[in-house]
Nanobody, 116 residues
Framework: QVQLVESGGGLVQPGESLRLSCAAS????????MGWYRQAPGKQRELVAT???????NYANSVKGRFTISRDSAKNALYLQMNSLKPEDTAVYYC??????????WGQGTQVTVSS
């Protein structure tokens, strides 16, 4: 059973930074990609950034140049460095792992609030 646990969320002011972490445990192999998604109140969950097993990254236009996704395969960890945060970045952020053998897994989410 694969489990994903996010951490690092919190309340920050506009322009500040946060680093989210996602710790994966369980039987993990044949990862296609991992990613960060977010869901703001009253909105659908949306892609923030993904990274493939080969290290290819993809970002939503709204976060390009501000957010950086990275992965530590040895630790089965995924990170999201978020700089220059804006109020519109406020959402619950979720970690996703897509495995070739067994499909998608999601974490429980971590709240990010950007407010002055």
């Amino acid at each position: 059973q694969v489990q994903l646990v996010e951490s690092g969320g919190g309340l920050v002011q506009p322009g500040e930074s946060l680093r989210l972490s996602c710790a994966a445990s369980g039987i993990i192999f044949s990862i296609n990609f991992m990613g960060w998604y977010r869901q703001a109140p009253g909105k659908q969950r949306e892609l923030v950034a993904t990274i493939t097993n080969g290290g290819i990254t993809n970002y939503a236009n709204s976060v390009k140049g501000r957010f950086t996704i990275s992965r530590d395969s040895a630790k089965n960890a995924l990170y999201l460095q978020m700089n220059s945060l804006k109020p519109e970045d406020t959402a619950v952020y979720y970690c996703r792992a897509n495995l070739r053998s067994s499909g998608d897994y999601w974490g429980q989410g971590t709240q990010v609030t950007v407010s002055s």
